[in-house]
Protein backbone atom coordinates (compact mmCIF):
# COMPACT_ATOMS: atom_id res chain seq x y z
CA UNK A 1 0.00 0.00 0.00
CA UNK A 2 1.32 3.43 -0.83
CA UNK A 3 1.82 5.59 1.91
CA UNK A 4 2.99 9.47 2.23
CA UNK A 5 4.15 11.29 5.55
CA UNK A 6 4.72 14.53 5.76
CA UNK A 7 6.65 15.96 8.59
CA UNK A 8 6.64 18.42 10.77
CA UNK A 9 2.50 18.34 10.88
CA UNK A 10 2.67 22.34 11.84
CA UNK A 11 5.77 24.90 11.65
CA UNK A 12 5.97 28.21 12.83
CA UNK A 13 9.09 30.62 10.77
CA UNK A 14 9.53 34.13 11.25
CA UNK A 15 9.84 35.95 8.09
CA UNK A 16 12.77 35.74 6.37
CA UNK A 17 13.80 32.35 8.16
CA UNK A 18 14.13 29.69 5.26
CA UNK A 19 12.75 26.05 6.14
CA UNK A 20 11.94 22.85 4.93
CA UNK A 21 8.97 20.48 4.65
CA UNK A 22 9.60 17.15 4.40
CA UNK A 23 7.92 14.70 2.48
CA UNK A 24 8.54 10.78 2.78
CA UNK A 25 6.76 8.33 0.23
CA UNK A 26 6.56 4.72 0.40
CA UNK A 27 5.43 3.62 -3.50
CA UNK A 28 6.05 0.24 -5.77
CA UNK A 29 7.51 2.50 -8.30
CA UNK A 30 7.01 6.49 -8.54
CA UNK A 31 5.36 7.68 -11.51
CA UNK A 32 4.82 11.66 -10.15
CA UNK A 33 4.96 13.50 -6.84
CA UNK A 34 3.25 16.47 -6.97
CA UNK A 35 3.17 19.17 -4.06
CA UNK A 36 0.07 21.51 -3.46
CA UNK A 37 -0.64 24.16 -1.48
CA UNK A 38 -4.02 24.64 0.29
CA UNK A 39 -5.01 28.38 1.64
CA UNK A 40 -8.21 27.84 4.57
CA UNK A 41 -11.23 27.05 3.13
CA UNK A 42 -9.91 26.42 -0.58
CA UNK A 43 -8.91 23.43 -2.90
CA UNK A 44 -5.50 22.85 -3.35
CA UNK A 45 -3.18 25.09 -5.41
CA UNK A 46 -0.75 22.86 -7.63
CA UNK A 47 2.70 23.74 -6.90
CA UNK A 48 5.16 21.06 -8.79
CA UNK A 49 5.18 17.68 -10.29
CA UNK A 50 8.77 16.11 -10.24
CA UNK A 51 9.02 12.77 -11.83
CA UNK A 52 12.23 11.42 -11.22
CA UNK A 53 14.88 11.23 -8.20
CA UNK A 54 17.64 14.04 -8.33
CA UNK A 55 14.56 16.56 -10.11
CA UNK A 56 14.35 19.86 -8.95
CA UNK A 57 11.85 22.51 -9.42
CA UNK A 58 11.45 26.19 -8.62
CA UNK A 59 9.04 28.79 -8.58
CA UNK A 60 9.60 32.01 -6.95
CA UNK A 61 10.73 31.67 -2.90
CA UNK A 62 9.84 27.34 -2.99
CA UNK A 63 12.15 25.06 -4.56
CA UNK A 64 11.36 21.23 -4.40
CA UNK A 65 13.72 18.18 -4.49
CA UNK A 66 12.98 14.54 -4.75
CA UNK A 67 14.59 11.26 -3.60
CA UNK A 68 14.16 7.67 -4.12
CA UNK A 69 12.57 7.96 -0.85
CA UNK A 70 11.64 12.00 -0.02
CA UNK A 71 10.84 15.32 -1.07
CA UNK A 72 11.76 18.52 0.32
CA UNK A 73 10.44 21.44 -0.28
CA UNK A 74 12.36 24.62 0.86
CA UNK A 75 11.23 27.77 1.70
CA UNK A 76 13.77 30.76 1.10
CA UNK A 77 12.74 33.73 2.84
CA UNK A 78 9.32 33.41 3.49
CA UNK A 79 7.11 35.90 3.79
CA UNK A 80 3.90 35.76 5.84
CA UNK A 81 1.79 35.16 2.47
CA UNK A 82 3.48 31.82 2.18
CA UNK A 83 1.08 31.07 5.08
CA UNK A 84 -0.74 27.57 4.08
CA UNK A 85 -1.14 23.92 4.55
CA UNK A 86 1.39 22.04 1.71
CA UNK A 87 0.16 18.96 0.77
CA UNK A 88 2.45 16.23 -0.95
CA UNK A 89 1.01 13.07 -2.87
CA UNK A 90 2.56 10.39 -4.90
CA UNK A 91 1.14 8.48 -7.99
CA UNK A 92 2.20 4.83 -8.19
CA UNK A 93 2.96 3.27 -11.68
CA UNK A 94 0.77 0.45 -12.56
CA UNK A 95 -2.92 0.08 -10.41
CA UNK A 96 -5.17 2.90 -10.39
CA UNK A 97 -2.89 6.22 -10.37
CA UNK A 98 -4.97 8.11 -8.32
CA UNK A 99 -2.59 9.59 -6.05
CA UNK A 100 -2.13 9.30 -2.65
CA UNK A 101 -2.30 12.61 -0.76
CA UNK A 102 -0.19 13.15 3.02
CA UNK A 103 -1.54 14.68 5.74
CA UNK A 104 -0.13 17.65 4.94
CA UNK A 105 2.21 20.63 6.70
CA UNK A 106 0.64 23.85 8.30
CA UNK A 107 2.86 26.87 7.91
CA UNK A 108 2.41 29.75 9.54
CA UNK A 109 5.06 32.71 8.99
CA UNK A 110 4.59 35.73 11.16
CA UNK A 111 5.95 39.30 9.66
CA UNK B 1 -8.41 29.32 -19.45
CA UNK B 2 -10.58 28.76 -16.61
CA UNK B 3 -10.19 26.70 -13.87
CA UNK B 4 -12.54 24.16 -12.04
CA UNK B 5 -15.31 25.02 -11.07
CA UNK B 6 -17.86 23.96 -8.38
CA UNK B 7 -21.28 24.55 -7.38
CA UNK B 8 -22.44 25.36 -4.81
CA UNK B 9 -19.63 26.54 -2.94
CA UNK B 10 -21.55 25.97 0.36
CA UNK B 11 -24.88 24.99 1.50
CA UNK B 12 -26.18 23.37 4.66
CA UNK B 13 -28.31 19.98 5.00
CA UNK B 14 -30.29 18.48 7.53
CA UNK B 15 -29.72 14.96 8.47
CA UNK B 16 -31.89 12.24 6.22
CA UNK B 17 -31.61 14.44 3.36
CA UNK B 18 -29.71 14.19 -0.05
CA UNK B 19 -27.13 16.67 -1.24
CA UNK B 20 -25.85 16.94 -4.90
CA UNK B 21 -22.51 19.07 -5.88
CA UNK B 22 -21.56 19.69 -9.21
CA UNK B 23 -17.98 19.86 -10.84
CA UNK B 24 -17.03 21.38 -14.69
CA UNK B 25 -13.70 20.36 -15.34
CA UNK B 26 -10.70 22.41 -17.38
CA UNK B 27 -11.65 22.56 -20.89
CA UNK B 28 -10.50 19.38 -22.80
CA UNK B 29 -9.39 17.36 -19.45
CA UNK B 30 -12.03 14.05 -19.39
CA UNK B 31 -11.01 12.88 -16.18
CA UNK B 32 -12.93 14.02 -12.93
CA UNK B 33 -12.60 12.93 -9.51
CA UNK B 34 -13.69 13.76 -6.36
CA UNK B 35 -12.42 13.84 -2.72
CA UNK B 36 -13.60 14.03 0.49
CA UNK B 37 -11.46 16.51 2.91
CA UNK B 38 -12.67 16.43 6.77
CA UNK B 39 -9.68 17.74 9.34
CA UNK B 40 -9.68 14.54 10.98
CA UNK B 41 -9.18 12.84 8.03
CA UNK B 42 -7.43 14.75 5.56
CA UNK B 43 -8.24 14.32 1.94
CA UNK B 44 -9.64 10.84 1.10
CA UNK B 45 -10.38 9.90 -2.04
CA UNK B 46 -14.58 9.14 -3.53
CA UNK B 47 -14.45 7.99 -6.85
CA UNK B 48 -12.85 9.01 -10.31
CA UNK B 49 -14.91 9.07 -13.77
CA UNK B 50 -13.76 8.87 -17.56
CA UNK B 51 -15.76 9.26 -20.28
CA UNK B 52 -18.65 8.58 -18.49
CA UNK B 53 -17.34 5.66 -16.98
CA UNK B 54 -16.20 5.38 -12.90
CA UNK B 55 -12.91 3.98 -13.88
CA UNK B 56 -11.56 4.12 -9.80
CA UNK B 57 -13.42 3.69 -6.71
CA UNK B 58 -12.89 4.76 -3.00
CA UNK B 59 -13.78 3.24 0.17
CA UNK B 60 -16.90 5.23 0.62
CA UNK B 61 -20.44 3.83 1.45
CA UNK B 62 -22.72 3.54 -1.24
CA UNK B 63 -24.98 6.28 0.01
CA UNK B 64 -21.73 8.34 -2.27
CA UNK B 65 -22.30 8.31 -5.82
CA UNK B 66 -21.29 10.37 -8.82
CA UNK B 67 -21.96 10.45 -12.88
CA UNK B 68 -20.16 12.31 -15.40
CA UNK B 69 -22.04 13.40 -18.73
CA UNK B 70 -20.81 13.47 -22.38
CA UNK B 71 -19.41 17.57 -21.56
CA UNK B 72 -17.26 15.93 -18.94
CA UNK B 73 -19.09 17.52 -16.37
CA UNK B 74 -19.86 15.27 -12.88
CA UNK B 75 -21.81 15.48 -10.37
CA UNK B 76 -21.67 13.39 -6.87
CA UNK B 77 -24.51 12.45 -4.62
CA UNK B 78 -24.84 11.76 -0.91
CA UNK B 79 -28.23 10.52 0.25
CA UNK B 80 -29.33 10.06 3.73
CA UNK B 81 -26.53 12.42 4.93
CA UNK B 82 -25.20 12.35 8.45
CA UNK B 83 -23.71 14.61 10.44
CA UNK B 84 -20.36 12.88 9.87
CA UNK B 85 -20.64 13.56 5.80
CA UNK B 86 -19.84 17.35 6.79
CA UNK B 87 -16.81 18.08 5.05
CA UNK B 88 -15.26 20.40 1.97
CA UNK B 89 -16.05 18.37 -1.21
CA UNK B 90 -13.43 18.82 -3.89
CA UNK B 91 -13.28 18.25 -8.07
CA UNK B 92 -10.72 17.69 -9.46
CA UNK B 93 -9.66 17.36 -13.23
CA UNK B 94 -7.00 15.90 -15.31
CA UNK B 95 -6.09 15.62 -18.91
CA UNK B 96 -5.09 11.81 -18.65
CA UNK B 97 -6.25 9.30 -21.09
CA UNK B 98 -4.51 6.49 -19.25
CA UNK B 99 -4.69 8.08 -15.58
CA UNK B 100 -1.15 7.97 -16.13
CA UNK B 101 0.97 10.63 -14.82
CA UNK B 102 -0.56 13.68 -15.09
CA UNK B 103 -1.35 16.04 -12.73
CA UNK B 104 -4.90 16.96 -11.07
CA UNK B 105 -6.28 20.30 -10.40
CA UNK B 106 -8.25 21.27 -8.24
CA UNK B 107 -11.60 23.81 -7.27
CA UNK B 108 -12.24 25.65 -4.73
CA UNK B 109 -14.98 22.66 -3.27
CA UNK B 110 -17.97 22.88 -2.03
CA UNK B 111 -18.71 23.15 1.72
CA UNK B 112 -21.18 21.06 3.06
CA UNK B 113 -22.53 21.55 6.58
CA UNK B 114 -25.03 18.49 7.52
CA UNK B 115 -27.24 19.73 10.75
Known amino acids: EDQVTQSPEALRLQEGESSSLNCSYT??????LFWYRQDPGKGPEFLFT???AGEEKEKERLKATLTKKESFLHITAPKPEDSATYLCAVQAKGGSYIPTFGRGTSLIVHP | KAGVTQTPRYLIKTRGQQVTLSCSPI?????VSWYQQTPGQGLQFLFE???????NKGNFPGRFSGRQFSNSRSEMNVSTLELGDSALYLC??????????????FGEGSWLTVV
Open chain 1, 27 to 32: VSGLRG
Open chain 2, 27 to 31: SGHRS
Open chain 1, 50 to 52: LYS
Open chain 2, 92 to 105: ASSSSTSGAGNTIY
Open chain 2, 49 to 55: YFSETQR
